[in-house]
């Protein structure tokens, strides 16, 4: 297998020899070029036919930013990985990035004072997302396929009429482990979604299509760092007729409001009588992640029971299976969102892969199908008791 080819693209002579040593102590990654601004790589593209860009956001004349639409006229499908700094303004900026088209993101280090431990946080953070991005990452083994005539990873494949809603990808009754396990069809009280690389994108296309009635609150994790969060939050919200808050410890749950894990906190949940809040903690990272989804999804498990709806969205890693388990071992349900509409099908693949999805859906449909079915499963019950209350109610 043919190496990765790297176009490193940084206005900084320093930066761009500390990327070039961190890519090059990989055998699987090869830097085919360098350029100091966004009109140097474009004339580098076709010449060097990178795999995939690494770009500075800030840079004199055409800036990261100015540079991500040019690329993506000639190249829609070239992954770019943004290189900025862990500020405000930086994740103001990222988040630009991402909406222009860029692919995903890593911080720039601080100065610890050594090379060589700069060099090493550049691989830890950027060298799997570069593998991920270029499909370099091995999805573990797929269940076998069931009993159908048409099969997709091992899941059956509900085809759709022709002018009919897309439907879901559902899990293999005779392959998945969360169809041995009891189906609740009580009313659904609390949505919680998890998301890493490809998540901003994809939660806003989800919250924005939220209705301003939705019956029940929402609970966030974005694999995403302290600041980030917080601005990522502040845009969700203004696209979104729901509420979109960055979390804050003692926070009431109220239907149809959205909180977000702060970045370096794990969110986890706590009922005291009727009402739940929000609590915070700074405990061990869980798959390489603080916040984890693992760890939220456990959390509203436990508090919520089979009344979850738990989402895994795009992103890179394994986060978020150990959490779709504890969700259907207590009788709850979990939709994941297909290959085709991710920017990486790695949580919500290894959730699939694990057989602990009840429904994969592309993003399109994603908001359309949650509201649904939570919508159903609450007209069922007249019975409010223990349910989150609206904030008015």
Known sequence: MRSIRVLVVDDSVVIRKVLCAALAGDPAIEVVGTAADGRIALAKLAQ????????????????????????????????????????????????????????????????????????????????????????????????????????????????????????????????????????????????????????????????????????????????????????????????????????????????GEAWIAPGDYHMTVRRHGREVTLAMNQGPAENSCRPAVDVLFRSVAEVFGASTLAVVLTGMGSDGVAGCEAVRRRGGRVFVQDEASSVVWGMPGQVAAAGWADAIYPLRAMAAEVDRSIRASRSFSMDTGGLVPSKTG
């Open 48 to 255: 060097l036919k990178p795999d995939l860009v690494t770009l500075d956001v800030e840079m004199p004349g055409l800036s990261g930013l100015e540079t991500i639409p040019e690329i993506r006229k000639l190249y829609p499908k070239l992954p770019i990985v943004m290189f900025s700094t862990l500020t405000e303004r930086g994740a103001s900026s990222t988040l630009d990035a991402l909406s222009l088209g860029a692919s995903d993101y890593v911080t720039k280090p601080s100065n610890s004072g050594s090379l060589e431990l700069t060099i090493e946080k550049i691989r830890r953070d950027l060298l799997p997302k570069i593998k991920a991005l270029s499909g370099r990452v091995a999805m573990p083994e797929k269940l076998p396929p069931p009993p159908s005539p048409v099969t997709k990873n091992g899941l059956a494949v509900m085809i759709p009429h022709a002018n009919l809603p897309l439907a879901p990808l559902v899990a293999s009754v005779a392959a998945s482990p969360a169809a041995m396990l009891p189906r609740h069809s009580g009313p659904i009280d609390i949505l919680a979604i998890g998301a890493s690389t490809g998540g901003p994108n994809a939660l806003a296309d989800v919250l924005s299509a939220i209705p301003s009635d939705f019956p029940v609150p929402i609970v966030i994790v974005q694999h995403m760092p302290p600041l980030f969060t917080r601005t990522l939050a502040e845009r969700l919200g203004k696209k979104s007729v729901i509420h979109v808050c960055e979390g804050r410890p003692g926070i009431k749950l109220h239907a």
